[in-house]
């Protein structure tokens, strides 16, 4: 039995400005400017129950996971809108809200595993899932002829359930050099989601089948080679379902979409190991009904939000490679590479959309050791253009971090320095081009950090060995967007 839980209390502020241009000019004709103070109190609770009995000597088992998990938190958010003219400051529009939510999820699971001998196992499962959340949306505006607060358009409240019934089966086979794997899962979906006020609300009940296959060949001691196949589902978060509008100005929020639907991707991916160091991984990949960020735009209001809508699918094709090995006594290095192309079609805002782009990213982590016990290390990353979604094109962002370590008390403790970010190099430029949208995006934010912790090992030395490192209920966690 396992118990944990949170708590947390988030406080940030944004201030956020924008300048509309005349048709066809650099003349402005008026700007925005909004002032957005947020608190975000946040906790959480999870509870597993486990068990495991083995039913003989060969490697029968039976294994079982009942989990609870509720996520609670009360946004208060009050905004500090102006819109401002030439030679004229304009009138402040007030908005204020607490929101609170509520996400409960309960999940069981029974898994079997029965060798059939010594190079031959059958795996078999099931599982059952229910999630439900409650989220309110009381906004508020300031009502300058009464002097009150009063409720604004965009009160909500939406309620939504989700119950997910599945099952799997799953053989492995070991022919000498060669592994074989080959599964089948399947999965019944009921889901309702309802907008309280209105009185609105939409259910949907479908089953699908997800097969897996996998094929390895250890042709020696130094090259081993992997081919599998899958096909795989994501379901939209939680909050991407929520229709509650997240202010951030006069004309730009963002919305959730209650008529969002999974996205489905076939993968296929050839793998390569060299003396366990060097890894090399060939990936295609195929979407459909991709879920993906998108802008929409009022011409006639200069209102523009976005949201998640199903509008495309995806072709991905990459290679990726990585290097992990201890190069001396004292240096170790972790190196990761890829470059892939991506190609989104569909159609977005009645328009259609293709868009085609090939970046590539690499990534390092360097760790030094020197006079016994002192350490460092250095990383970071670098991005190329790349396109976030398939209307988002992001420009190249790179970063480079530094850590300092000593060990202390007969090297039972350690000391660690560690320097985020500290020339300020990660930032986000944004552009968005497509149908009546021309928007560019900048994003600029201090994420420089300095953290120093200390850590004690109490044992002699030996690997603490956990029962049990995760829960049942992971792809319900993941979905909660926390």
Known sequence: MLVGGSYSLRKYSNISTGDFFLENSNIVDSSIRAVNETRNPWKNLTANANFKRSLNNNGREITADLDFIKYSSALEQSTNNEVLYPNNPGNPYLLRAVLPSDINIYSGKVDYVHPLNKETKIEAGAKMSYVSTDNN????TFDKNSGKWVDDVRKDHFQYDEQITAGYINFSKQVKKWGFQAGLRGEHTHSEGTQVLIGKSIARDYFQVFPTAYVSYAMNDKNQFGLNYGRRVERPNYQDLNPFQQFLDLY??????????????????????????????????YTTDIINDILVQNDETKVTYQTKQNIATRRNVGFAVSYNAQLTSWWTTSLYGNVSNTYYKGIVNSAPLSTDITNFMLNFNQQFKFAKTWGAEVSGFYQSKTLATSMFVIDPMYVISFGFSKQVLKTKGMIKLSVVDPFRLQKSDVSINHSNINMIVTNRWDNRRVGLTFTYRFNKGQAVQQSRRTSGAQDEQSRAGQ
């Open 252 to 285: 730009t929020f963002n919305q959730g979409n209650p008529y969002l639907t999974p996205q489905f991707t076939n993968n296929i991916e050839l793998s390569h190991i060299f003396k366990s160091k060097l890894s090399t991984t060939a990936n295609y990949s």
């Open 137 to 140: 949306a009381p906004y508020e």
